[in-house]
């Protein structure tokens, strides 16, 4: 089943080493892609799937896959890479690299503590937005009700710091999650 599927069906993650060993697993997963020079470029709740013992994701879907090395990863006015995963890089026209991932982890890591998108899955809403603030617009007050961020509310900040429109206010790197 998909990352989604098991959101869907379980609701948002409630049980943190649960949640901790899924992250971590999907991180190793990214890291090891980065280590071979290739960015995923499409990371979401369907493209990870779940063992059905439900103890280890995956990443099934790897059609955007890319080495980190092409001249250029994301143009203004192309098609968005993932219709369920837009990125500043796609919106903007910035130039890729590994921390494009980093943005669809942590978006992923919201998804799984507040079972829904951190941002608008409309992109005509999602542009409207962008147009307005010059910025992703990021849906805090769900995340607020997340049920393990009651006992973890550094979570908040490491997941907001990720999904920082601009790559240079995220994370520096894949290392830098865990």
């Keep these: 089943m998909t990352l989604g599927d098991y959101i869907q069906r379980n609701g948002p993650y ?22 071979n020079s290739i960015v995923h470029r499409g990371i979401s709740t369907t493209s990870v799937n779940i063992e059905l013992d439900e103890t ?55 998804e799984m503590l507040a079972n829904r998108s951190p941002y608008p899955r409309d992109k005509r809403k999602l542009f409207a937005e962008l147009e307005k603030h010059g910025d992703f617009p990021i849906a805090s007050e769900h995340l607020k009700k997340a049920p393990l961020l009651k006992d973890y509310p550094v979570l908040k900040d490491f997941i907001f710091k990720g999904l920082r429109s601009d790559p240079d206010l995220r994370q520096p790197n894949i290392k830098e999650l865990k």
């Design 14 to 35: 409630r049980k943190a080493p649960l949640f901790r060993s899924h992250c971590l697993q999907l991180i190793d997963a990214v890291e090891h892609l980065h280590m």
């Design 56 to 110: 280890k994701p995956f990443i099934a879907e790897c059609s955007a896959l890319r080495d980190i090395r092409e001249a250029s990863l994301t143009a203004i006015g192309l098609p968005q890479l993932c219709e369920m995963c837009p990125t500043p890089e796609d919106a903007f026209g910035i130039e890729a690299d590994e921390r494009m991932d980093l943005f669809l982890l942590c978006a992923l890591f919201y």
